[in-house]
């Protein structure tokens, strides 16, 4: 690839943030190109008053995240990385139990003494799993069952997994389950205490730091443009349409966004027939994803002292009870509580409909019988996001349906969340992969 040629990137996550920083680190030339008025993908954040900017997602960061880590320390922002102690729980058969250390998981009353070693032996076993591989024939069920038990399973894992992935939950695969189990463990200290990480002043501080980077080194930045068809000549993509109207000419393309939206601009550009480009339409169209809708409450008060409640009742119409002001501190926000609700659930799910109120209204009475002395007085503010390809569905075997980062079209390059396997999404690992396919446009390799 010569110095000055031209990469346009669609979508500005970090991942497309990430790479266009290290092309032009390169000298390349850059523009990326985001539907959104702002960057940030799924780690955007908004104003919940005087200023103060908040996820719309909950994020944070593991002491296994050495790839973000790694960005922060070479843009000399480390001393904005804060470790703050967390606890965990879970919220079964209308009874709270915390679950943040070996000794609280000895009380763990729902399970018999037995059934506790075996869950605790779990983290143990993910950590000395030798090759992921080996996992991939296996369901995340039958790898559960095989080592912790069916009781243990039926308790703590399968309300989870059908609360997360719904009908797709006895399909999921082994080696997504292992990397949860191996991330919280990489958090824990000697004594079982989980420390995660947080940036001062939140996300948007580290994107708004990032954007500046990325300005420095001459990157065009897009904003309030989705790109609608890729520009082909005789089978090469040699430039963008974008929703403004516009056609811009480049020597290769990269795609970061979720692979039905990159699915939707291949097919309404004009290729000509050819059978590599009919397999790789077909290959990424395989690939499957899950909605998500995260309803922030800004509260008076709080509802407990735990920062992350696994809701293990499949009647919930949320997984999980994320009270943020148990991880980073609400003097941040002015002294607020703030709570995240949040359900991974197909778009066609009627709750994936609901209006901000709707859902408000819907879950409310969920909250009660959570919370008895919850009182919707104490809600300030709310707030409701939706994502349509929030979570890729990962199935067994599922290594044999990622595609390249270098796709059978020439001048088309991609790098998005269902690429990052064995881990999960996350900015960690956006990071991380967001580095490799740049290596590959600059050095254009075929991999």
Known sequence: MKKNEHIAIIGGGYTGMIAAYELSKAGKKVTIFEKEDDLGGLARSFDIGNGIQLERFYHHWFKSDKHIMSLIEEMALTSNIVWNKTNTGMYFANNFYKLSSPIELLKFSALSF?????????????????????????????????????????????????????DYSDSISAVWIWNKLKLRGSSRNKKGGESLAYYRGGFAALTSSLKESLRENGVKIETNSAVHTLIVKQNKVVGVGTS???????????????????SKIINKSKFGSDLYIEYFKSQISSIKYLGNVCLVLVLEKSLSDTYWMNVNDPDFPFVAVIEHTNFEPRTSYEGKYIVYLSKY?????????????????????????????????WIQDAYLWKESYSQPIVTKNYSQNIPSF?????????????????????TNYAVKYGKIVSEILINNNTE
């Open 114 to 166: 037995t059934d506790r070693i075996k869950l605790g032996l779990l983290t143990l076993k993910a950590k000395y799993v030798k090759d992921w591989k080996e996992l991939e024939s296996l369901s995340a069920k039958d790898w559960l069952i095989k080592n912790a038990g069916k009781k243990v399973y039926e308790v703590v894992w399968e309300p989870l997994l059908k609360g997360k992935f719904g």
């Open 244 to 262: 403004d109207g516009k056609d811009i000419l480049c020597d290769s393309v990269l795609s970061t966004v979720a692979l039905p939206i990159l």
């Open 345 to 377: 659930l197909p778009v066609s799910d009627l709750i994936f409909g609901m209006t901000k109120k709707e859902l408000l209204n819907f879950s409310i009475p969920y909250i009660k019988r959570m919370f008895p002395k919850f009182n919707e007085q």
């Open 406 to 426: 270098k796709s059978p079209i020439s001048g088309l390059f991609l790098s998005c969340m269902a690429q990052i396997y064995p881990e999960d999404r996350g």
